[in-house]
């Protein structure tokens, strides 16, 4: 029995030295390439701030990955349930940060689960968001009036509902300006944001009005409601007060500044007295004009001058002052 024993262990010790060897070479000929570490096969870490964007068109799926925990990952899984239907929408590279899923219906709920996967296919724990997607009430009897400060947007209002508002540029595009919980907004205007957001072929200001609610991480949206604004609608007030003043230099004319904010300038037009029609001499963006052309020595006695305020379209009414030159 010990002749048995000891031959036992001397074949199991050979057998652990040739199998000793064998990994120590597998191993020194594995780091030739690339050598694999517990780092490799651990659970990445899980997506960050998933959130769920619907509209009437679509589902907008976001979210965030840490950039340093990006080198460690390869690609994202994203899947959605409804009821106890699972459907995988994609894998998408480490890079996207973003989703639309257009294949839903109003009044359902779905669940969004989103993995984060590294080149070994080691999956981080799931990260879910819910959404019940809701046709929203859209805006009804929208009105419009023109402030001093530039447009002021009202309708009836819904307590429960936030409201959206947009403008449309000239490309068609939904620029959002703001969001109230109120029945009303003032769209704060210059001339050079209504001209950034007018087409000369289209003059009208556009408005596009939308209802939302948000519950989490979640947001839904309705489709909307546009109303356009003609151009002709903004008329600025006519310069007042003028006054004016004539030496050798010239023609100097003042008058008090008017109260919009969106007008673009003032016209100044001059006529002789024996001409018929007034013509335009220039443009001026502060109250004040100098005409170089007639001065106190001029042997033409009166001189007629119109002022007018430049709207984005159309020009306020006209003020019209009579220059003389006194003689002796």
């Known amino acids: 029995m010990k002749m048995f024993n000891d031959k036992y262990s001397l074949s199991s010790k050979k057998n652990y030295i040739c199998l000793l060897i064998f990994l120590l070479i597998l ?15 651990l659970q990445p870490e899980p997506v960050q701030n998933l959130s769920l964007t619907a509209t009437h068109d679509k589902i907008l799926i976001t979210w965030n990955y840490p950039e340093k925990a990006k080198e460690k990952i390869k690609s994202f899984l994203i899947e959605r349930q409804n ?3 699972i459907k995988v929408l994609g894998y998408y590279d480490k890079n996207t940060t973003s989703l639309q899923d257009t294949e839903f219906q109003f009044e359902k709920t779905y669940k969004y689960r989103i993995f984060a996967i590294t080149p070994k296919g080691i999956y981080s724990k799931p990260t879910e968001a819910v959404i019940t997607t809701k046709k929203l009430q859209e805006v009804e009897k929208i009105n419009y009036k023109i402030t001093l400060h530039g447009v002021l947007l009202s309708w009836t209002l819904n307590d429960s509902l936030v409201y959206n508002i947009y403008r449309v540029n000239k490309n068609n ?6 969001s109230t919980d109120k029945d009303f907004f003032l769209d704060e205007l210059l001339y050079s944001t209504i001209n950034d957001f007018t087409d000369p072929l289209m003059p009208e ?16 949206e309705s489709k909307g409601t546009n109303i356009k604004i003609p151009l002709d609608s903004f008329i600025p007030s006519k310069p007042e007060e003028v006054f004016w003043a004539i030496n050798e230099h010239g023609v100097y004319i003042s008058w008090k500044e008017v109260s919009e904010k969106w007008f673009k300038g003032y016209r100044i037009y ?3 007295k024996n001409e018929k029609e007034f013509r335009p ?6 109250p004040l004009f100098f005409d170089a052309d007639y001065n106190i020595n001029k042997k033409e006695e009166t001189i007629y001058y119109r002022i007018t305020t430049i709207g984005p379209l ?10 003389e030159v006194q003689s002796g």
């Open 314 to 323: 159309k020009e306020s009414e006209p003020v019209e002052i009579k220059v």
């Open 281 to 286: 001499i220039g443009e001026t963006m502060i």
């Open 27 to 41: 191993l020194s000929g594995c780091g030739r390439k690339a050598d694999p570490t517990m780092e490799d096969y």
């Open 270 to 272: 001059r006529k002789g």
């Open 173 to 178: 595009e939904k620029i959002k300006i703001g």
């Open 205 to 220: 200001l556009s408005y596009f009005i939308t209802t939302s609610i948000s519950y989490g991480s979640t947001y839904i």
């Open 83 to 85: 009821n106890s239907e």
